[in-house]
Each structure stands twice: as structure tokens, then as C-alpha cells.
């Protein structure tokens, strides 16, 4: 999966999360992202050369180019963003603390 999709899915999984206003932390929901996360972990999309760059302020950029305009920022969805890219940050920060190869 190349990085566009994994945003693609994972404006998907917002857009999912927003409309049946659930947590991002119930276990099916959180399981989704992680599994995205991981695609982009082991695709490196985080490194500084990748393209596109998928570390949580990146994504927010790209989810602001692509979806989100200044007439309509969806403030709803996008506390579903944040708080998917928190979790998004952490698990990052984990690994790489560890030194995982996934």
C-alpha cells in the first residue's frame, strides 16, 4: 500500500469514526489504525525523504489540502483526526525508542 492510500483509508476511518461518534480507543477501531500505522512504519513513510511524509503533523497538513477547506473545517472531525494522530505519534515514538523492525 502506498502512502496515499494509507491516507485514503485513513480518512475513511475518521470519516467512520465521526459519523458513529466513536472512540478511537474501542478495540476494532483502534486495531484499524494501528494496522495503518504499521503500513506506514514498514513502508518508512516517516523517514524525511519519504513521499508522502507520514508523521502526525504531515498527515495533518495533507488531511488540510485534501479535505478540510477554510469555509469548512469540520471541527467535529477533526478531533477525530487529532486524537487518531496522537495515538499515531506515540506508537512511533514507542518504536523507534525500541528500535523495532517490524
Same mark, same amino acid.
Given at each position: 500500500?502506498?502512502? &496515499? ?5 485513513? *480518512? ?16 476494532? &477501531?483502534? $486495531? $484499524?489504525?494501528? #494496522? %495503518?500505522? %504499521? ?13 508522502? #511524509?507520514?508523521?502526525? $503533523?504531515?498527515? #495533518? ?10 469555509? *469548512? ?12 494522530? *496522537?495515538?499515531? $505519534?506515540?506508537?512511533? &515514538? ?9
Amino acid at each position: 500500500m502506498d502512502g &496515499y492510500e494509507i491516507i485514503d483509508k485513513l *480518512n475513511n476511518i475518521v470519516n467512520t469514526h465521526w459519523e458513529f461518534k466513536s472512540s478511537v480507543h474501542q478495540q476494532g &477501531y483502534k $486495531d $484499524d489504525i494501528f #494496522r %495503518l500505522f %504499521l503500513e506506514a512504519y514498514r513502508g518508512n513513510y516517516f523517514e524525511p525523504s519519504a513521499h508522502p #511524509r507520514l508523521t502526525g $503533523d504531515a498527515v #495533518r497538513d495533507i488531511f488540510f489540502a485534501r479535505y478540510y477547506t477554510q469555509e *469548512n473545517k469540520e471541527e467535529e472531525k477533526l478531533k477525530v483526526l487529532n486524537a487518531i494522530l *496522537n495515538k499515531w $505519534d506515540e506508537w512511533y &515514538y514507542a518504536l523507534n525508542k525500541i528500535g523495532a523492525e517490524l
